[in-house]
């Protein structure tokens, strides 16, 4: 069982939680997940936490393959309105900002978000460690090799799951001399790895268990499902599930998720078989 502090409220995880995907942005690789005016994200949010969604994850700039970078200042004027009117609307939700500038995800915090959600684990910008630590918020660090420009040029490894827990052990290490005390771990599937690569972490997903940090997992409607399969994005939900399902028992905590209400049914179907 793991806990997290989020601003003085405790998070447990005492099975494995669901975190929402919000995205305030119009180039997100799901087309349905595009939420850019604020009633059509409190629409969101409020059907995600009726569906059991535990956490809330707001990003406004996309990472998909191929993406180009914005600014901090574009991304502080798209995310931060999206935080101040979730949070006011749904003072009880758990808030998680999508960001790897340390800027935004302090100005983030002070919105209303209560957890950082960096897809670079403090790779892009050299403040952000020590940022998530004044603000003593959970940090979710995740791997990636390169960058969203460049990351899916073709991705090489000697032994891919050695390197992601090599990469995790280095970083956790930082986060602890950095003060961050709680930690989250997501070996980022799509970011910087094949299909293959991909398969090969969620067989031995159960490695990073040693760490003894909550896992995520960031599968949801990802193209090693519609392109294995042969669909497309929009049929990819059927898909997420399986990955999901494998996920969970291989020892994953948390999964982001774009469809909630299917996550849930797939945990609790899981809690049940398990007794």
Do not use: W
């Not at 942005?25 to 949010?45: G, W």
């Not at 798209?78 to 979730?86: C, D, G, N, S, Y």
């Not at 956790?172 to 799509?190: E, K, T």
């Not at 990819?236 to 990955?243: H, P, S």
């Amino acid at each position: 069982m793991y806990t997290l502090n989020c601003k003085g409220r405790l998070l447990v995880l005492d099975k494995p939680i669901v975190m929402g995907i919000m995205n305030a942005t119009p180039d997100s690789f799901y087309s349905r997940s595009r939420k850019i005016k604020i009633d059509e994200v409190l629409q969101q949010a409020e059907k995600m936490i009726a569906n059991g969604a535990a956490i809330l994850d707001i990003g406004a700039q996309s990472t998909r393959p191929g993406s180009e970078r914005i600014s901090p200042t574009e991304e502080a004027e798209r995310i931060l309105p999206v935080i101040e009117a979730t949070a006011k609307e749904f003072p009880k939700a758990i808030i998680s900002v999508d960001t790897y500038y340390a800027a935004v995800a302090e100005q983030a915090v002070k919105a209303g978000a209560s957890i950082i959600n960096d897809i670079s684990g403090g790779m892009y910008d050299a403040d952000m460690l020590s940022t998530v630590g004044k603000l003593n918020s959970p940090y979710i660090c995740m791997h990636i090799k390169g960058t969203p420009e460049t990351m899916q040029q073709n991705p090489q490894y000697d032994d891919v799951t050695k390197e992601v827990l090599d990469f995790f052990i280095q970083r956790i290490d930082l986060c602890r001399q950095n003060n961050i005390h709680d930690v989250i771990i997501d070996a980022g599937f799509g970011f910087g790895k094949t299909i293959a690569h991909n398969f090969e972490l969620m067989r031995h997903l159960s490695v990073f268990t040693m760490l003894e940090k909550p896992v995520m997992i960031g599968i949801s409607r990802k193209s090693t499902i519609y392109k294995t399969l042969g669909i497309s994005v929009d049929d990819a939900l059927n898909g997420t599930t399986v990955l999901h399902t494998i996920a969970l028992l291989n020892g994953a905590n948390i999964l982001r998720v774009h469809d909630v209400r299917e996550a849930i049914e797939a945990i609790e179907l899981l809690q049940a078989y398990k007794g």
